[in-house]
Nanobody
Framework: QVQLVESGGGLVQVGGSLRLSCAASGRTFSSNVMGWFRQAPGKEREFVAQITRSSGRTYYADSVKGRFTISGDNAKNTVYLQMNSLNPEDTAVYYC????????????WGQGTQVTVSS
């Protein structure tokens, strides 16, 4: 399994930006696809974005498209989520996840990092 550690969360005002990081260790060969999910209070966890590390191909939820950017540094086994134009609806715990390939289910999860957008 892969160990994932998120960082970079915090409190930001509406319209502000944050960058989340997710560092992978352990069986990193089984983390070719890495993604970000989020869970707001009282809501189910939802998909935010994912990247296929071998190709660099990305995919986004409609709610963040054009505002968030996922990227990766394969040398550091780290994936980033740049979040711009944040609004209160983006407030949630953000989780990093990994899986071996696109056809798999995510099977490694980080502990989560809180993002709070204040108005």
């Amino acid at each position: 399994q892969v160990q994932l550690v998120e960082s970079g969360g915090g409190l930001v005002q509406v319209g502000g930006s944050l960058r989340l990081s997710c560092a992978a260790s352990g069986r990193t060969f089984s983390s070719n696809v890495m993604g970000w999910f989020r869970q707001a209070p009282g809501k189910e966890r939802e998909f935010v974005a994912q990247i296929t590390r071998s190709s660099g191909r990305t995919y986004y939820a409609d709610s963040v498209k054009g505002r968030f950017t996922i990227s990766g540094d394969n040398a550091k086994n780290t994936v980033y989520l740049q979040m711009n134009s944040l609004n209160p609806e983006d407030t949630a715990v953000y989780y990093c996840a990994a899986k071996a390939s696109l056809g798999d289910s995510y099977d490694s999860w980080g502990q989560g990092t809180q993002v709070t957008v204040s108005s």
